[in-house]
Structures are given as C-alpha cells and as structure tokens.
C-alpha cells in the first residue's frame, strides 16, 4: 500500500525520512549532513521518484523506487 506524502505529519514524514538516512547500510561514502541527506531523499519523494510503502501484513514502513514498487500499487497512483 502507497502512502502518499502529504498525508504524513510534517514531524512523522521528518522522523521517517532520518531514520532512513541513518539506517545500516545507507551510508553514501561522501561527506554530507543529515540535514542534507534527508533534504535530498525529500526532493525524490516529493518528485514521485521515492515513494513511502506500508506493509500492512507486517506493520512495517520502507521506502522504494517507483521502479521497485510493484505495478499493482501503481495502478492508482
């Protein structure tokens, strides 16, 4: 299930948004700060090009390229 950005609390959508950036694994190499990381993957949410999924079997949320997300979830987008 997509969940569209605008519907996330400014706070909640900054939450998820460091919580990715700081997660195992999502360090780039090169020397940015959070704040210019989490403005970065705002910018491809907003754009469309990143988009929150909530995976209501597990109760978990992740972050995917559109090209990931299954073209089912598409299909109202």
């Known amino acids: 299930m997509l969940i569209p950005h605008e519907l996330l ?6 939450a998820l948004l460091e919580d990715f950036v700081t997660r195992d694994g999502t360090d780039n190499g090169y020397d ?16 469309g090009q990143v988009l929150i999924v909530f995976h209501p ?4 949320t992740s972050l995917a390229h559109r090209r990931d997300v299954p073209a089912e979830y598409l299909k109202d987008d």
């Open 9 to 14: 609390d400014p706070q909640t959508l900054q």
């Open 32 to 47: 940015v700060s959070l704040e210019q990381r989490v403005e970065r993957l705002r910018r491809q949410i907003e754009s």
């Open 57 to 60: 079997e597990s109760g978990d």
